[in-house]
């Protein structure tokens, strides 16, 4: 794995932003439309202080809201209750104070839409688009337009009011080494509407890949896919997997999935680390044990990436979607009336009482998900026992350190201090404690 090199440094193409500090004039130079082909120049000037915070900041609550034309918003939202279809409009988006023009901006997520309505007492309604998952991409329209660097943004689904549980499980995630989203908590809101409390995190784009991977391929398992081998034509995966970043090419995924499933076990033993990072596959599934995290590669929505490292030909699993760790239960759409507490997952993890160590036995797949990959890696005894030295030694690191109570007590410190008007303290204390009663011991 490369070594992360944060921030990513900006390299503006079409686009002058110029930031400078402590009440500075923030120009952003657009030139297309979303909506016509014709080309326009907009020039938005405000004020803003970079001093003290960017971004990815996490010691403060941020600021983001998106306005649009309504009825832009209405077709989108009509489009995908009608087709599933996930379409771009052009939006105007705040970020701490810096305003960017022509933003793209679509809904986000799988399982969490499923419960979008236009009813205004749903669980997920459109009518609360300050509750609705999100991806904000700065350069959809206009090319090199990023802030810090970063072009894409999730507004997370809430399963928490706080979404202190994926919050405190991003920042863990990172402390192994693995590739990891930065993530912040925001004050958001849409078209004029009441600000909500959200978790904004990174989306893994080249960007993003390159820092935390390298210059690779990465892949993105749908939520309705698996990883079974479906023949050698690239079409049979359109509804799988998503290529993400790099170069447009399913041969690397196809010829792994087709190796993972058709290998006899005595070959996948013996063969396994030429086509995977088997080290990193143990921390990743250890970690997600120890987080209580059964939404992953193995859980009923598919959470995964794939990376293949063209300069070893190798396959690493890397995270995605941690709102449902530290045993949340997903009963809340994505406007944050979800529970803590109520999750687990069949194997190591499951029905595991608050503080309880994570016991030795196998990991199984929770939820009504399995994987082939994680089903033959756990099978083999040497693959387990790397699997059960990641537990012990995430353990040591990230719980018995102190390391996870100090970040827990951060982020709620943060939120105390700068959201208790859209969620109230108590909440705040009562979720932290719900998540650290949830720490293995």
Aim: proline content about 2%; overall charge negative; glycine content about 10%.
């Amino acid at each position: 794995m490369s070594d992360r090199r944060h921030p990513l440094l900006a390299v503006p193409l079409a686009v002058v932003l110029t930031v400078t500090v402590a009440g500075c004039a923030v120009t952003a130079t657009t030139s297309s439309s979303a909506s016509s082909s014709t080309s326009t120049s907009t020039t938005v000037e405000t004020s803003t202080d970079t001093s003290a915070s960017t971004l990815w900041d996490s010691s403060t609550v941020h600021e983001i809201s998106v306005d649009y034309d309504a009825s832009d918003y209405d077709a989108m939202i009509q489009a995908y209750l009608d087709s599933g279809d996930k379409e771009w409009i052009s939006a105007t988006v705040v970020i701490d104070a810096v305003t960017y023009e022509n933003v793209g901006l679509k809904l986000k997520g799988n399982s969490t839409l499923r419960s979008l309505s236009t009813d205004a007492d749903a669980t997920l309604s459109s009518q609360n688009p300050e509750d609705l998952p999100w991806i904000i991409r700065l350069d959809k329209y206009f090319d090199g337009q990023n802030f810090d660097g970063t072009t894409e943004l999730v507004v997370r689904g809430n399963s928490t009011e706080t979404s202190l549980n994926e919050a405190v499980a991003l920042g863990l995630l990172e402390d192994t080494g693995l590739a990891a989203e930065q993530a912040i908590a925001v004050r958001f809101s849409a078209d004029g509407s009441e600000e909500a409390l959200r978790l904004v995190i990174e989306n893994p784009d080249d960007e993003w890949t390159e820092r935390e991977l390298g210059d690779g391929l990465l892949y993105k398992a749908d939520a309705s896919g698996d990883y079974s081998y479906r023949g050698d034509d690239p079409a049979s995966y359109d509804d799988v997997f998503d290529q993400e970043a790099g170069e447009d090419d399913l041969t690397p995924l196809i010829d792994f999935l087709q190796w993972i499933n058709e290998s006899d076990d005595a070959t996948f033993a013996a063969e396994l680390d030429q086509h995977l990072d088997v080290d990193a596959f143990a921390t990743y599934l250890a970690f997600q044990e120890l987080v209580d995290n059964f939404d992953d590669i193995d859980g009923p929505g598919n959470n995964s990436y794939l990376y293949y490292d063209p300069d070893t030909g190798k396959m690493t699993v890397v995270n995605w979607d941690l709102n449902l760790a530290f045993g949340t239960s997903n009963v809340g759409g994505g406007g944050g009336g979800g529970q803590m507490g109520g999750g687990g997952r069949g194997g190591a993890g499951a029905d595991r009482t608050d503080g309880a160590a994570v016991t030795t036995a196998a990991r199984g797949g929770g939820g009504g998900g399995s994987n082939i990959l994680s089903e033959r890696f756990l099978a083999n005894a040497d693959f387990q026992q790397l699997y059960q030295d990641a537990l012990t030694t995430l353990q040591a690191e990230l719980f018995d350190s102190g390391t996870a109570s100090e970040l827990l007590e951060a982020w709620t410190t943060t939120l105390t201090e700068g959201a208790s008007d859209l969620v109230d303290a108590a909440t705040i204390a009562s979720d932290a404690a719900a998540i650290s009663a949830k720490f293995p011991s």
